[in-house]
């Protein structure tokens, strides 16, 4: 199985910055795309961004501009740098990798336990 374990949530006050970082460990036999998910209460949860191995990086609109996204293939890391935070952005933070077992031609979809962030305004 594959684990992903998400550090560096907390809470900012609007304007400021933090960065996540996930680091995905375990019987992996190759990762093709790692990212964030965000839900707020009451929400669906919904992309942030997403990296591809091939450098292919996606993001939702709503945070295009004060994201980015970045990645330590060596590493199996995935990293969320988030600036200009609204309080809008509040949410738990998911990290999620598509990633196949050495055991299966199959690729399965991995998610962290989440990390809190908060904006104040």
């Known amino acids: 199985q594959v684990q992903l374990v998400e550090s560096g949530g907390g809470l900012v006050q609007a304007g400021g910055s933090l960065r996540l970082s996930c680091a995905a460990s375990g019987s992996i036999f190759s990762i093709d795309t790692m990212g964030w998910y965000r839900q707020a209460p009451g929400k669906q949860r919904e992309l942030v961004a997403a990296l591809t191995t091939g450098n292919s990086k996606n993001y939702a609109d709503s945070v295009k501009g004060r994201f980015s996204i970045s990645r330590d293939n060596a590493k199996n890391t995935v990293y969320l740098q988030m600036n200009s935070l609204k309080p809008e952005d509040t949410a738990v933070y998911y990290c999620?990798?598509?990633?196949?077992?050495?055991?299966?031609?199959?690729?399965?979809?991995?998610w962290g336990r989440g990390t809190q962030v908060t904006v104040s305004s």
């Open positions: 999620n990798a598509k990633a196949k077992l050495p055991t299966s031609p199959y690729e399965s979809d991995y």
